[in-house]
């Protein structure tokens, strides 16, 4: 069974940064395109970036700017570094792969909290 498990997540103040990794078991990681995800408390789950197996990107309007979605292959690992964090960037944030691949699960999620 694949797994995707999330970490870096901490408490940040505003302006502040944090990287974010997925590690990713299983032999396909690197031919998805995977996506970060993130939910804030008492809101839908949302798309933040993603990245193709080539490495092309995509942003929410929101984190454009500020954060930087890349991947590893070779370390089957995925990493969001988040620039110049504001309180609204609050939430758990998850990886996962696209619907009906290997990596359409849910992981436990890491926890970013951006406070002074």
């Known amino acids: 069974q694949v797994q995707l498990v999330e970490s870096g997540g901490g408490l940040v103040q505003p302006g502040g940064s944090l990287r974010l990794s997925c590690a990713a078991s299983?032999?396909?990681?690197?031919?998805?395109?995977m996506g970060w995800y993130r939910q804030a408390p008492g809101k839908q789950r949302e798309l933040v970036a993603s990245?193709?197996?080539?490495?092309?990107?995509n942003y929410a309007d929101s984190v454009k700017g500020r954060f930087t979605i890349s991947r590893d292959n070779a370390k089957n690992t995925m990493y969001l570094q988040m620039n110049s964090l504001k309180a609204e960037d609050t939430a758990v944030y998850y990886c996962?792969?696209?619907?009906?691949?290997?990596?359409?699960?849910w992981g436990q999620g890491t926890q970013v909290t951006v406070s002074s």
């Open positions: 990245i193709t197996s080539g490495g092309s990107t």
């Open positions: 996962k792969g696209p619907r009906g691949s290997t990596y359409d699960d």
């Open positions: 299983g032999i396909f990681f690197r031919i998805y395109t």
